[in-house]
């Protein structure tokens, strides 16, 4: 016996044989007329239609069984079960390449944080680092809450980063600011060590502890007035002020996004109306100004 | 023996006193806090006479007793920032018990809470709208031609304005702490000023926040106004006369009303960061304020240690304006400090009502017209105007500063600066 008999009929044979027969099994299965009638003999007209629907379905079914029991057909059917697993393993391939693609590229990206902060480092710490944190977030984490949203709720989801985008700047200027404030207190620490050794050697000191508090607060208001006017602190507190705003109208945008499904006006709609009132009042008393002194 | 370098016995026998203190102090402190305090402010009182708005005019009944000595009423107006009842913050140190137990006849502003909707009122709102409204009100009620007009920091920029575009209405105007020069770099709020963004600020806060101002506040000083003002509470918190005033002051300096937005805006464009008040450049409600129309007799008291309204800032409209009858007082004191401390009691009311009363009456019986339409001033000799009042030979410092007061050049000017 040969290794062909052995394995019995071929696969391509087998599919044709089973084409046939699904073919003549609907074929004959369209035809047949069992149609339910009504007292008249007429078939129902629900029944009616719901059976040509059928019939019809079956003949297409006929249709493409006999297509596709032809040889030629039978060839393309089995090429494509052959190079099937190919085109998914490519698929798949090129989904994960690209995706981890995508995952190298967020962990170089988070790796790369700070690198760009050569300037700055961080055993200056306390100024230097909440600048240097600051700057990191503006240049490398900023940019993760601005990746395009898409779909129904992109604009919802692109408000939402915003104002966690918003929120974070805010945060870090308020940090950089309050810093600030600290320094003359640091400072005028510092100072009354000095002044403090410096009344020891001369063998001044007070013995009223009241002085050493005026002393302090004198020396404390001196160092604040001199940070209230350095370029530095106005800068900090201009961009503090800006990054409150700007966190401030991002949150406001959510809520009224928020406020949109509840039945009370928006901020814009309030603000039109004020405008509205506003603007009548104002002529309603020109008006009667002018219709006084007539 | 020589003296020891540090006397370790007497800082620790003065530490061991004042601990004693401390602890007295503490459980007297606890009487006084638990008892009944009387820290009820601007409780003289007062009828409400006109109302529009948010805005109400108010009118101080006279002291039982006090003869009401001037035909002229005085209206107060308030800033914008704070509330009008620091005048009468204290029965001992009430400026208002004050005027009326020297026979002022005194209304008084009260611009109330501005909410949203009061975001679009514009400065031409409050000068043109309200304020003129309030005068002829008053003027009506009183069946007067003009009215004494005293404006407060902010209040008296409005009524510098006011006059100048009303100076027909304005018989004599007194501004105190008024900012009028705002290109100084005296004060801190003048230098931040100058960057600010008020246009995204509005934006973002419809109003200007009262708390968000009064938090600007607290930065200008933060050890006095955050330190050792509650320092100073600590020390004194055994002393009920001290603690009842200490809150009086507390209620009034938080109590701070947000300020319409478009009015902010346009007090920080035009003003803080343009100066056009003073440049003579200003445009209220479409028309120009010329400080030249400013020809009324004008009391202009300022602080020395003013760290809103330094002196820079407010002396310099007495230079300006078109009357010649001028005068400036610079008091020995603080923004505040003016108002209510005792020192100042002595001096600023005082010095206020003797100014009105030399002024009462003074310009009728030498004939001249005020109005904004007379084409011809007339201002009064030197020699009539007060015995006390310095004639001063300099020319006029409107051409010298090469200002828009043509009519006025080289007019003798009578300045007072104290």
């Given at each position: ?294 | ?101 020297n026979g002022i006849n005194l209304y008084m502003v009260d611009w109330g809470y501005p909410t949203y909707k009061d975001k679009f009122l514009t400065i031409d709102d409050h000068v043109n709208g309200y304020m003129d409204d309030m005068v002829n009100f008053v003027m009506e009620r009183e069946k007067v031609e003009q009215i004494n007009l005293m ?268």
């Amino acid at each position: 016996m040969s290794e062909n008999e052995h394995a019995g009929p071929d696969l391509q044979t087998m599919v044709m044989e089973w084409f046939k027969t699904v073919g003549r099994f609907w074929g004959e299965t369209g035809q047949e007329d069992g149609s339910p009638t009504d007292e008249d003999g007429q078939p129902k007209e629900a029944e009616r239609l719901s059976i040509e629907a059928y019939a019809a379905l079956m003949k297409t079914y006929h249709a493409f069984s006999s297509a596709m029991s032809e040889p030629s057909a039978m060839d393309s059917l089995l090429r494509t079960t052959t190079i099937l697993p190919g085109i998914t393993t490519t698929l798949l391939a090129t989904g994960m390449k690209g995706y981890f693609a995508l995952q190298q590229q967020i962990i170089d990206k988070i790796g790369k944080i700070g690198t760009r902060t050569d300037s700055y480092r961080f055993d200056a710490i306390d100024e230097e680092t909440l600048r240097t944190w600051s700057e990191i977030y503006q240049k490398e984490i900023r940019q993760f809450f601005n990746i395009p949203q898409f779909g129904l709720s992109r604009f919802y989801q692109e408000r939402v980063n915003q104002a966690l985008d918003k929120l974070n700047i805010f945060s870090t200027s308020l940090a950089v600011f309050l810093h600030l404030l600290r320094q003359p207190f640091e400072k005028s620490y510092r100072m009354m060590h000095e002044k403090i050794e410096e009344l020891t050697r001369s063998g001044n000191l007070p013995e009223d502890s009241r002085a050493y508090y005026q002393m302090w607060i004198k020396i404390l208001e001196g160092h604040f007035m001199t940070l209230f006017q350095s370029p530095e602190y106005n800068k900090t507190l201009r961009e503090t002020l800006d990054a409150l705003e700007d966190y401030l109208a991002a949150r406001g945008r959510i809520l009224q996004d928020m406020l949109q499904s509840l039945p009370v006006p928006s901020r814009k709609e309030m603000e039109d109306l004020c405008k509205e009132v506003y603007l009548l009042k104002k002529k309603i008393r020109s008006l009667e100004k002018a219709n006084s002194k007539e | 023996m020589e003296k020891p370098k540090i006397p370790v016995d007497m800082i620790l026998k003065h530490l061991a006193e004042q601990a004693e203190v401390h602890q007295i102090r503490v459980q007297k402190a606890t009487d006084v806090l638990l008892s009944d305090l009387e820290t009820e402010i601007a409780a003289t009182p007062y009828e409400v006479v006109y109302e529009e708005d948010r805005v109400k005019l108010k009118h101080y009944r006279a002291v039982h007793g006090a003869e009401q000595t001037m035909k002229t009423p005085l209206l107060v107006v308030y800033a914008l920032i704070n509330r009008e009842t620091m005048l009468d913050l204290q029965p001992q140190r009430s400026v208002v018990k004050n005027f009326l137990a020297n026979g002022i006849n005194l209304y008084m502003v009260d611009w109330g809470y501005p909410t949203y909707k009061d975001k679009f009122l514009t400065i031409d709102d409050h000068v043109n709208g309200y304020m003129d409204d309030m005068v002829n009100f008053v003027m009506e009620r009183e069946k007067v031609e003009q009215i004494n007009l005293m404006g407060i920091c902010m209040g008296g920029t409005f009524c510098v304005i006011y006059s100048a575009l009303h100076p027909h209405k304005i018989k004599n105007l007194v501004t105190t702490v008024c900012p009028t020069n705002f290109d100084t770099r005296q004060g801190l709020l003048h230098i931040w000023m100058k960057w600010l963004d008020v246009d995204k600020m509005i934006d973002t806060f419809g109003n200007m926040p009262g708390d968000l101002m009064n938090f600007g506040f607290l930065l200008l000083n933060p050890a006095r106004l955050m330190i050792d003002k509650y320092i100073g509470f600590l020390e004194n918190m055994d002393n009920k006369p001290f603690v009842e005033n200490f809150v009086r002051m507390e209620k009034w300096i938080f109590d701070s009303p947000d300020v319409p937005g478009e009015t902010f805006r346009q007090f920080i464009k035009d003003l803080y960061q343009k100066n056009l008040l003073i440049e003579n450049r200003l445009v209220i409600g479409g028309r120009h304020v010329d400080l030249g129309k400013v020809t009324m007799p004008m009391l202009n008291i300022y602080a020395q240690y003013d760290h809103l309204v330094p002196p820079e800032a407010a002396a310099k409209i007495t230079d300006v304006v078109g009357s010649r009858d001028t005068e400036n007082v610079c008091l020995d004191t603080g923004h505040i400090g003016i108002y209510v401390s005792s020192k100042t009691q002595k001096e600023f009311a005082p010095k206020i009502i003797n100014w009105l009363k030399e002024h009462e009456g003074r310009y009728e019986q030498a004939g001249q017209d005020h109005t904004e339409n007379a084409p011809d001033r007339v201002h009064p000799p030197a020699k009539n105007i007060s015995p006390g009042v310095k004639r001063s030979e300099e020319p006029n410092h409107a051409g010298k500063k090469g200002l828009f007061f043509n009519d006025l050049q080289g007019k003798q000017g009578i300045r007072k600066h104290t």
